[in-house]
């Protein structure tokens, strides 16, 4: 089972189950997925944060942002950092196994952020589990110390 977040050309939001991501796509195509609120099938899946990672692996893996500070581009990702950090449960290195029990019905589902090692990553998306990695911005008392 998958679970993605979909939103409809009306705004609506809201959560579709399929047995995989060929079950998703076949539908999508066949004209299946029906808005809830508004009935229409021009449905789309949007962003479902489940995984933010830090550390090395991150930083080689992560396309790097330069700028005065004031572009809209690093404005965006700020934005985007403080609401995770508000939003989001930080379960550390127990992110792979918070997001099994999440994805296997044994907890509820819950906003939560972490860190993976490349093979939880890996085998987090062979169970059918979407990640999004973003960069942590650093703490002001990392900056005062180098």
Do not use: M, N, V, Y
């Given at each position: 089972m998958i679970i993605f977040d979909l939103q409809c050309i009306c705004g609506s939001q809201f959560e579709g189950w399929?047995?995989?991501?060929?079950?998703?796509?076949?539908?999508?195509?066949?004209?299946?997925?029906?808005?809830?609120?508004?009935?229409?099938?021009?449905?789309?899946?949007?962003?479902?944060?489940v995984s933010i990672r830090s550390g090395s692996q991150a930083a080689a893996a992560t396309p790097l942002l330069s700028g005065d500070g004031n572009s809209s581009a690093l404005q965006f990702l700020r934005s985007f950092q403080d609401f995770v950090e508000k939003n989001f449960e930080d379960v550390g290195a127990k992110l792979a196994e918070e997001s099994l029990k999440m994805h296997y019905g044994v907890e509820e589902p819950r906003n939560i952020r972490g860190v993976t090692t490349a093979d939880q990553e890996k085998m987090l998306r062979d169970e059918g589990i979407e990640l999004l990695q973003l960069p942590l911005r650093k703490k002001e008392t990392d900056s005062k110390l180098n």
């Open positions: 399929f047995d995989s991501r060929g079950d998703f796509d076949r539908q999508h195509a066949e004209g299946e997925l029906l808005c809830p609120d508004c009935g229409s099938d021009r449905i789309h899946k949007i962003l479902s944060p």
